[in-house]
């Protein structure tokens, strides 16, 4: 399973972005995803994740209110919209696919990274 995360760059604080993760529609279709990220110097943080019929959504508490996982299973594509952002959402950010069909917040039920994609917000 390859996946391909995209959407990172340089905003203000206060601006939005929109990410997205690509993987053949074939392999990730009936599986959950999720977003992750690492901030500089940081332990790797859950931000969202989604079933696999989008149906079940879990978010991140920081992330919470602000940020929104969504799927496209017809394009293989799982997004994160994030809005309001400040500086503590710095980080370089991780798409990932799980064999189990559900949502999870915990990165040991994930089983295939993307390469990530940073996002950089100051002040």
């Known amino acids: 399973v390859q996946l391909q995360a995209s959407g990172g760059g340089s905003v203000q604080a206060g601006d939005s972005l929109r990410l997205s993760c690509t993987s053949s529609k074939r392999t990730t279709s009936n599986n959950g995803m999720g977003w992750f990220r690492q901030a500089p110097g940081k332990e790797r943080e859950f931000v969202a994740a989604i079933s696999w019929n989008g149906v079940s959504t879990l978010y991140g508490d920081s992330v919470k209110g602000r940020f929104t996982i969504s799927r496209d299973i017809t394009k293989g594509t799982v997004y994160l919209q994030m809005n309001s952002l400040n500086v503590e959402d710095t980080a370089v950010y991780y798409c990932?696919?799980?064999?189990?069909?559900?949502?999870?917040?915990?990165?040991?039920?994930?089983?295939?990274w993307g390469q990530g994609t940073l996002v950089t917000v100051s002040s």
């Open positions: 990932a696919v799980r064999r189990g069909s559900g949502s999870s917040r915990y990165s040991y039920d994930y089983n295939y």
